[in-house]
């Protein structure tokens, strides 16, 4: 049974989307309704640091967390993801203890604690959908829903989630798994 399209689910692009924003990418559904859907693409590292981004916050200068392209809405803005059990009044609920939002006091907590089980990624821009606009993508078969799980987010090496995602699915998928980015370039 397929899951149901909502915040909280990953958004597999189908081996056939060809769209250079979208290829090869697990995009993390942080919201979903009648006006329309964002998310976070969880897969994109970029060469940048997030200081580089947010070079008026200290506590992340030297720290080498690298910053994400999450999609290509509003690429001017960072955006955070957090993992944890503690966020503060204006972070958005995602799933399983993951939100979007908080704010620099959250990472510099994360950063300065030790033993802290919390983690953060931070996103430049984000993936959005007008209303009823993923439903048609949805129709035509350029995502696959899957259930969102933070260890793809947080702990695997961005590089492998689309592959490692497309091998937990049937049969069908497994030898798209590790296809190369470009497939003419071979």
């Known amino acids: 049974?397929?899951?149901?399209?909502?915040?909280?689910?990953?958004?597999?692009?189908?081996?056939?989307?060809?769209?250079?924003?979208?290829?090869?990418?697990?995009?993390?559904?942080?919201?979903?309704?009648p006006e329309g859907a964002l998310g976070m693409v969880v897969n994109r590292p970029t060469?940048?640091?997030?200081?580089?981004a947010l070079p008026q916050v200290p506590i992340i200068e030297g720290a080498g967390h690298v910053l994400y392209a999450g999609g290509p809405v509003q690429t001017n803005q960072v955006m955070l993801l957090y993992r944890g059990s503690r966020f503060p009044e204006n972070a958005h609920p995602v799933f399983d203890g993951v939100c979007?939002?908080?704010?620099?006091?959250?990472?510099?907590?994360?950063?300065?604690?030790?033993?802290?089980?919390?983690?953060?990624?931070?996103y430049l821009g984000y993936s959005g959908w007008g209303p009823g606009q993923l439903e048609n993508e949805l129709k035509t078969g350029s995502w696959i829903l899957v259930?969102?799980?933070?260890?793809?987010?947080?702990?695997?090496?961005?590089?492998?989630?689309?592959?490692?995602?497309?091998?937990?699915?049937?049969?069908?998928y497994r030898p798209y798994a590790d296809m190369p980015f470009d497939p003419s370039s071979n």
């Open 47 to 52: 060469a940048m640091s997030i200081s580089e």
């Open 147 to 172: 259930p969102a799980d933070p260890k793809w987010v947080f702990e695997t090496d961005p590089e492998l989630v689309w592959g490692e995602l497309l091998r937990t699915l049937d049969e069908s």
């Open 100 to 122: 979007l939002g908080g704010d620099i006091g959250m990472v510099e907590r994360i950063l300065t604690e030790t033993g802290s089980k919390e983690s953060f990624r931070a």
């Open 1 to 33: 049974m397929e899951p149901k399209l909502g915040k909280g689910i990953f958004l597999i692009a189908a081996p056939s989307l060809r769209d250079p924003n979208f290829r090869q990418t697990v995009v993390l559904l942080c919201e979903h309704g």
